[in-house]
């Protein structure tokens, strides 16, 4: 149920509902807007029912929530879009964030090289996994922990957040003392444990769309962290599965807008996963980006024939300059703000 207050409701009004929620063991989430509070209680709905809020003071009224995502529809926050505060850099509404960065960390050189140069570009944050999903158990696994070192570094020389995949509940410590934001991957987006276990720290979730994965499954696994109290979440669509063979996953563009009209959450695009290809990356990102994506999740790789993985797709830090000004050309397009000047300012 959503429990909308009346403008003029105080802040002893708001606590009172708040309290008689939790009263009967529901859990209230408050999302103030800039006109009225909005209050959604989660739980048993025959228990709130009984609880007849409508009567309480400074209650406008009562609405129940109709999607099976309660706390990521569009609806408990009146249609206005969640803006993240990342380490000081936002993202959602007019604010679009590119990140940028390996498929994996590698080596120092690597590493710090294509921070160097996508921080120069502008970018926003830097990604780059110390713990890869790999198909194969014989394929290279990361870094671990000193990938995750390698991050620390790159952070402190450019002032990049940090964006890495958490594979496993037992590496959250390490990865949270680096992470920015922590990625949950398209094979793990279905990890209930897990996204539990990041819902209930506070540092900002991007979860990726699962291969075959609908888009209510993906908002279902928002869910589960921002039921756990953690606000901070981006879903992203990476590719899924169809019957084309023609290159590695077909990205559902159409999911940026749907996405955006079900959700309030930000909504973030990678274009380097589905095709599989470099020379198909730019043209998918301007897409994205004038579809209205709130970021881009770009690889990006100082000599991409000698990556350990993904090579054919990452982008050259050679040209990433010039790419990073065709995003922001498209992502204007969509009504956003310049990330460049922000990264210039
Ligand atoms: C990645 O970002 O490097 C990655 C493995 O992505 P996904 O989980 O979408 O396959
Ligand atoms: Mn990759």
Redesign the pocket.
């Known amino acids: 149920m959503m429990i909308v207050m009346k403008q003029t409701a105080t802040e002893d009004e708001v606590r009172a509902v708040v309290e008689r929620i939790e009263s009967v063991g529901a859990r209230a989430h408050r999302s103030s807007g800039e006109e009225v509070t909005v209050i959604g209680a989660i739980g048993d709905r025959e228990h709130i029912a009984r609880l007849e809020l409508e009567g309480n003071p400074g209650v406008d009224r009562v609405v129940p929530i109709l999607k099976p995502y309660k706390l990521a529809s569009s609806q408990i926050r009146h249609d206005q879009p969640s803006v993240l505060d990342i380490a000081g850099r936002k993202i959602g509404g007019e604010h679009f964030a590119l990140i940028a960065g390996p498929?994996t960390v590698e080596s120092r050189d690597q590493l710090l090289t294509t921070a160097r140069t996508v921080h120069a570009a502008g970018a926003t944050m830097l990604r780059g996994?110390a713990y890869?999903?790999r198909t194969s158990p014989y394929a290279f696994q990361g870094l671990g922990t000193e990938g995750l070192r390698l991050l620390a570094e790159a952070k402190a020389e450019t002032g990049l957040p940090i964006v890495t995949?958490l594979m496993d509940a037992r590496d959250l410590e390490p990865v949270l003392e680096v992470a920015d934001v922590v990625?949950i991957?398209?094979?793990n987006m279905q990890n209930y444990a897990l996204l539990s276990e990041v819902g209930r720290s506070n540092t900002p979730v991007l979860i990726?769309r699962g291969l075959s994965s609908t888009l209510e499954e993906l908002l279902m696994a928002a869910e589960y962290v921002l039921k756990e109290g953690n606000p901070n979440v981006m879903l992203c669509e990476?590719g899924i599965r169809t019957f084309e063979t023609a290159y590695r996953f077909t990205l559902d563009l159409t999911a940026v807008p749907v996405l955006k009209e079900l959700s309030h959450l930000p909504v973030v695009v990678?274009p380097s996963?589905a095709p599989g290809r470099r020379s198909l990356v730019e043209p998918l990102s301007l897409a994205a980006a004038a579809a209205g994506a709130d970021g881009i999740i770009v690889e990006v790789h100082p000599q991409p024939e000698e990556a350990i993985c993904d090579g054919p797709q990452q982008l050259r830090t050679e040209g990433f300059a010039e790419y990073a000004r065709k995003v922001e050309a498209a992502a204007a397009v969509a009504g956003k703000t310049s990330f460049l000047a922000v990264a210039a300012a």
Do not use: F
């Open positions: 498929c996994g890869k999903p995949e990625q991957g398209a094979r990726k990476r990678d996963h």
